[in-house]
């Protein structure tokens, strides 16, 4: 199973300007799934949070807002692969940001 794609194989013995796009593609694919995975984290903890409040006001307002925070991340997360997608397309890099799932 591949994580990056077949188009970004960097030749250390013959470097081009290219590979600098796949070395920030990998850079950025990482990012974003480490990212992802804190995100899905604190909503996780704010579930837990607000299960465990047990009727207090102040408990329940401070799980939703750090819910609202989680999920407002998640939004900036998804714009921000959009917005460097058509980046990456206009400037046509191969595969910028890749999500995809092994068939394997």
């Given at each position: 199973m591949a994580l990056f794609p077949e188009a970004c194989k960097i030749d250390p013995n013959?470097?081009?300007i290219q590979d600098l796009g796949c070395i920030f593609s990998r850079l950025l694919w990482i990012v974003?799934?480490?990212?992802?995975?804190?995100?899905?984290i604190?909503?996780?903890?704010?579930?837990?949070?607000?299960?465990?409040?047990?009727?207090?006001?102040?408990?329940?307002?401070?799980?939703?807002?750090?819910?609202?925070?989680?999920?407002?991340?998640?939004?900036?997360?998804?714009g921000a692969a959009t917005i460097i997608t058509m980046i990456g397309k206009i400037i046509k890099v191969p595969d910028i940001v890749r999500f995809?799932?092994?068939?394997?």
């Open positions: 013959n470097a081009k974003m799934l480490a990212s992802g995975a804190a995100v899905t604190f909503l996780i903890l704010s579930g837990i949070r607000y299960m465990a409040a047990g009727g207090d006001e102040k408990a329940i307002a401070q799980a939703r807002k750090s819910f609202y925070t989680a999920a407002l991340g998640f939004a900036l997360i998804l995809n799932i092994p068939s394997e």
